[in-house]
């Protein structure tokens, strides 16, 4: 009897692991923490349970895949929360979580993160700590620090003549009413390429050699597919969901776009590699270009900077019902895009040191 056949996106489902504080807006009670100490971090968690946290950083993303999962009737993404939080300040989370219809498949609490990271089958890992990305990176998890500007959104609560909010009657709703913060219909991943989805064996050329033995590297490696980043992985299964979902000529709720500062060969070499490992860029393929080349020169000269083009795309009226998300390993080039969309900062991890390489 052969074995049923297994749903391609169960065989491709994404499991994310997410820190409170990348999801949530924990600014007020983390203040409480540093300055008040455990004791009173948990108390005002307690006496707050019943008034939902605001966004946070990863908050559009997750609450559009769980709309979309909740869409399809399917997951081809599922949420585990880890958490430092003591239980005793948890139900506030848990109580948000329940809110807002985020769907999680599980929650662990009062636990270093990442340590459980692969007894728990997390794929990628994210949170607003970068020590902890890099040391999820160094274990093998695609990891990334979460930024974005944090606006002060505002929820409509109810309260009774105390002055504490009710989850009771029709003064305080069981489910947030506010739609816009129930999700969007599709979400798009804007990637970089080198030591992204793919590894850094350019990049180090480029940072050891200088910019002319990068372009005679690229030119003579031209027909060698670049090997896998951290986010290969994540890559190539959302690529598997985007075919299932375009079959027949369906529409893709997940997009897939690339923002690399690739070009001329290295530009080529990269679509040929994009297209040799079969991921699917339905989205923008923005090879935006490394600048000019100049003799003696070690680095790259007058690059493009990404913001720009980001904010362009995630803006085009095709792509505005998408929560968009981009991941990329350079720090000047998130701290310039975090303030266009939440941006994920992929810690460094040098050349071909990761995943399987290229025969």
Request: with cysteine.
């Amino acid at each position: 009897m052969s074995e049923p056949e297994i749903h391609p996106l169960t065989a491709n489902m994404v499991n994310v692991g997410i820190t409170t504080g990348a999801l949530f807006d924990m600014r007020e009670a983390d203040n409480i923490y540093r300055t008040k100490g455990l004791r009173a971090y948990i108390d005002h968690m307690q006496a707050t349970k019943d008034i939902p946290l605001r966004p946070g950083h990863a908050f559009n993303f997750v609450a559009s895949a769980s709309r979309i999962n909740r869409d399809i009737g399917d997951a081809f993404i599922s949420f585990r929360i880890l958490s430092r939080n003591d239980i005793a300040a948890a139900e506030r989370v848990a109580n948000s979580l329940n809110y807002y219809k985020l769907q999680t498949s599980g929650a662990l609490y009062n636990v270093p993160p990442v340590p459980f990271l692969k007894d728990t089958n997390i794929d990628w890992f994210i949170t607003t700590n970068p020590e902890d990305a890099a040391q999820a990176l160094a274990n093998g998890i695609a990891a990334c620090s979460i930024d974005s500007p944090l606006s002060n959104t505002k929820i409509t609560l109810a309260f009774n003549r105390h002055g504490n909010a009710k989850r009771i009657g029709l003064e305080l709703p069981r489910y947030c009413e506010d739609e816009t913060l129930l999700g969007q219909p599709r979400i798009h991943m804007v990637y970089d390429l080198d030591q992204t989805a793919l590894n850094g064996e350019s990049d180090a050329v480029a940072r050891t050699q200088g910019v002319q033995k990068y372009f005679k590297h690229e030119t003579e490696k031209f027909d060698v597919l670049i090997g896998e980043g951290p986010f290969f992985k994540i890559a190539s299964k959302f690529s598997r969901c985007i075919e299932h979902f375009e079959k027949d000529g369906g529409k893709s709720p997940l997009i897939h776009s690339v923002a690399t500062i690739r070009g001329g060969a290295g530009s080529l070499r990269a679509v040929k590699t994009v297209n040799g490992h079969h991921l699917r860029i339905n989205g923008a393929f923005m090879a935006l270009g490394c600048g000019l080349p100049r003799e003696g020169e070690i680095s790259f000269v007058n690059p493009l900077q990404k913001d720009g083009p980001i904010k362009t795309l995630i803006t085009l009226p095709e792509y505005q019902d998408a929560a968009a998300l981009f991941l990329d390993d350079s720090a000047s080039t998130i701290e310039k895009t975090k303030k266009v969309c939440p941006s994920g900062l992929v810690p460094g991890m040098g050349a071909v040191s990761w995943g399987t390489q290229p025969k």
